[in-house]
């Protein structure tokens, strides 16, 4: 019975620092903007061949899932944070206007789904905080306040196809 305590400890603490792993990346990757699969199918190939070579050559493959993890967790936290240090010396370029998709004012929108303008820019689908001054422009003009709102981004390039968000900028017509 002590073992399965034991067992169950470590276990929760490869579960544990996991989801915070996954926390990390999931924050990290809200400003990054990856415009092509290139980069996930090589980084991800990469994390598991490694892991397998490695522990096929030490004989302990009973580690894969634990490895993997660690390994995904750690290359992606690499590659985020040098695109987030490679941004910082680098000139950025606002975007033209983005498409607002729609728009769920503060308030609304049931227990587990939030307010914000999403929008879509270089293919992926963001949301973006609403502000008081949208919640009263919503009030006046219902559903049709997208048509209102002006969305940019202050975007630059790390990597070719790779695109940091500096800041957003919202503006209203």
């Not at 991800?44 to 009973?62: D, G, Q, R």
């Not at 390994?71 to 490679?86: E, K, M, P, Q, T």
Request: proline share 2%.
């Amino acid at each position: 019975m002590i073992n399965l305590k034991k067992i169950l400890k470590e276990e929760a603490t490869w579960y544990f620092l996991a989801l915070a792993g996954l926390w990390i990346l999931l924050y990290m990757k809200a400003s990054v903007i990856i415009d092509t699969y290139f980069y996930m199918i090589s980084l991800n190939i990469l994390i598991f061949l490694f892991s397998y070579i490695i522990l096929k050559i030490k004989n302990k493959l009973h580690y894969y899932s634990y490895v993997v993890g660690c390994a995904f967790f750690v290359v992606w936290l690499i590659f985020y944070s040098i695109c987030d240090l490679r941004s910082r010396s680098l000139k950025g370029y606002l975007t033209k206007q983005l498409p607002v998709l729609f728009y769920i004012p503060t308030g609304s929108g049931g227990r587990w789904s939030s307010s914000g303008i999403r929008i879509e820019c270089k293919g992926n689908k963001r949301k973006i905080s609403t502000t008081h001054e949208s919640d009263s422009l919503y009030k006046i003009y219902g559903d049709s306040v997208i048509n209102h709102i002006v969305v940019r981004f202050l975007l630059k390039e790390p990597f070719p196809d790779v695109y940091y968000v500096d800041s957003v900028r919202i503006t209203y017509k």
